[in-house]
């Protein structure tokens, strides 16, 4: 098996594929895992996961809001401020 170049990927970052890349999965658990080849060859897709989650947490990515609670928070605060608006008139 030779290597060859990546196929370009069309859809979005996080999009469903019908495409693995078991090169870049290998590759990625011995660049950021520390990992020797042959045992990223022979590394489950759940326990990569489970490997990059530790070492990488999700922490920031909860903490994020959904854009259906930004959109509910700005229409909240354009309400607070129209009922700040017609108490003391505009700012």
């Known amino acids: ?6 196929e370009e990927f069309e859809g979005k970052k996080g999009e469903y594929s019908d495409k ?3 090169r870049s999965f290998v590759y990625t658990a011995v660049a950021h895992l520390g990992m020797s ?3 990223a060859w022979n590394m ?11 070492k990488f947490p999700q922490k920031e990515k909860a903490k994020v809001p ?10 909240w ?3 607070m401020l129209a009922m700040d608006a017609q108490r003391h008139g505009p700012h």
């Open 1 to 6: 098996m030779g290597d060859q170049p990546p």
């Open 20 to 22: 693995f890349d078991v």
């Open 37 to 39: 080849e042959s045992d």
């Open 44 to 54: 489950t897709m759940t326990s990569f996961r489970a490997a990059m989650n530790a």
């Open 66 to 75: 959904t854009q259906e609670k930004y959109d509910e928070v700005m229409d």
């Open 77 to 79: 605060a354009e309400q």
